[in-house]
């Protein structure tokens, strides 16, 4: 039986359903067994309510709701999540928690100062989402404490390298992720388990357990990439599937310092998509961040939800009765992709979205979500008529053959067939008579 139990499930192993003289007792505070089974399945009452629940559905109920994968916050003024992961494979549910990017700063470096401001100043903006530098990897090399503060006063989440007791419980407050040979006097906090291979960092993960640890995280070594992704496949199949609990733990993974970044960038691309919870990166490259923030966000998308903005009319550049009109759906790739062509135009311009589902132009023609009667109604509920001189609409290229349909569902508008690439739209709007240049 799967890990998701469902009513029925649950129901057939219950008097009811056996037919039992003592069935539908509402002894369970339920008025019937069926009841109370599907108010077992979300998680509303506890099996132990049903004094008749024979044990081995009790078993299955218990097994059914161990944790896959813990989730852990770092951080207090920008804290992060990491791990709460449930699926081998994104496209059987979704993945939960980004792989947290953290970039090491040595306590000690004359340039310190100068790397973190670098760090903090770097942000790039995809699909109306702004990324930053997730957590600072702070390694004890000298000056910790001095260090330490500047980061705090940064914002940044900590991962805290030192085996300097007294001065990692100064950060304790921070709620960092700490990485350290004297964890016994941090218990209670995020501490990483660390060994050289699988089968130590497994009997490391077992003794911190039986030691009490309440929060770990598993700290991979990074061997060659092939066999630290088989490692990190390992692990998360152990977790999601097996339930093991010294694997059921966030891992995370540090690349050292290569020469050559695009080896960095393919290492971290590897590690972001099987199974890294964390990365650390001791090399820090805006354009190799940027590239593997784009790749994240993909990821780590819900495919099951496709990113969408809001149906509604975009102004850009303060656009007057004389500014064109440019119509497309509310898939949110190809929305910003005419937005930044938009913003680029000397004058001002009015985008129409249309309520596509998150789909883009073909998918949703072909869905029967961009149709000539949606598409209507949405230019006359935002009453584009009373805001531009020129009825006059451009479509998307790939919906020319449109062209007719939309005329008679917009009256009184003209339907200007425009370009299929969205960087080809400065130019074509430019060539129609709307420039003021």
């Keep these: ?3 998701e ?43 132990e309510k049903c004094a008749l629940a024979p044990e081995e559905l009790k078993e299955i109920v218990h097994e059914a709701v161990k944790i896959k994968q813990h989730e852990y916050t770092i951080g207090i003024e920008h804290p992060v999540k ?19 990017f953290a970039v090491t700063l040595e306590s000690s470096d004359e340039n310190f100062d100068k790397k973190l401001e670098r760090i903090k ?26 260090s330490a503060a500047k980061v705090k006063k940064s914002g940044f989440p900590v991962i805290a390298e030192s085996d300097d007791t007294e001065a990692l419980i100064s950060l304790k407050a921070e709620n960092p992720l700490i990485i350290t040979k004297n964890s016994d006097s941090f218990k209670e906090n995020l501490v990483a388990v660390s060994a050289e291979d699988i089968d130590s960092l497994e009997t490391a993960s077992k003794e911190k357990l039986k030691n009490g640890y309440k ?21 998360r199949r152990m977790a999601v599937l097996e339930k093991f609990e010294p694997m059921t ?56 939800k496709p990113l969408q903005v809001e149906s509604k009319v975009y102004e850009f550049n303060e656009p007057d009765e004389n500014s064109p009109v440019i119509l497309t759906t509310n898939f949110a790739l190809t929305y910003f992709a005419v937005a930044n062509e938009l913003e680029s135009l000397p004058f001002g311009s009015y985008l129409v979205v249309t309520p596509s589902d998150g789909m883009s132009v073909l998918t949703a023609w072909s869905a029967d979500k961009f149709t000539a009667d949606i598409a209507a109604k949405t230019v006359k509920k935002f ?50 008579d709307y420039t003021k240049a």
């Design 82 to 100: 990491t791990g709460g992961e449930t699926v081998m494979f994104r496209h059987d549910k979704t993945f939960v928690n980004r792989t947290v």
């Design 383 to 432: 009453n584009l008529a009373e805001k531009v001189k020129r009825k006059a609409i451009i479509i998307p290229g790939l919906l020319s053959h449109m062209k007719d349909e939309l005329e008679n569902a917009l009256e009184g508008w003209e339907i200007i067939v425009g370009t299929i690439e969205a960087c080809e739209i400065p130019d074509f709007i430019k060539s129609l």
């Design 1 to 3: 039986m799967g890990s």
């Design 121 to 146: 100043n770097f942000q790039i903006e995809r699909i109306g989402e702004t990324f930053k530098v997730d957590a600072i990897h702070l390694k004890d090399t000298g000056n910790f404490l001095s």
């Design 215 to 235: 929060k770990i995280v598993l700290n991979l070594p990074l061997k060659k990439i092939r066999e630290t992704v088989e490692e990190l496949t390992y692990i």
């Design 249 to 304: 733990f966030p891992v995370m993974v540090k690349i050292p310092h290569e020469k050559n970044i695009a080896k960095t960038a393919a290492a971290a691309s590897l590690l972001i998509c099987r199974y890294a919870n964390i990365i650390i990166f001791e090399d820090f490259d805006e354009a190799m961040m940027a590239a593997l923030f784009t790749l994240r966000q993909n990821i780590f998308t819900n495919p099951q």
């Design 5 to 47: 139990l469902s009513g029925l499930q649950i129901f057939k192993y219950l008097p009811a359903a056996k037919k039992l003289p003592d069935a539908n007792c509402k002894k369970c505070g339920c008025p019937t067994c069926m009841a109370f089974a599907l108010k077992l399945a979300k998680k509303q009452i506890e099996i």
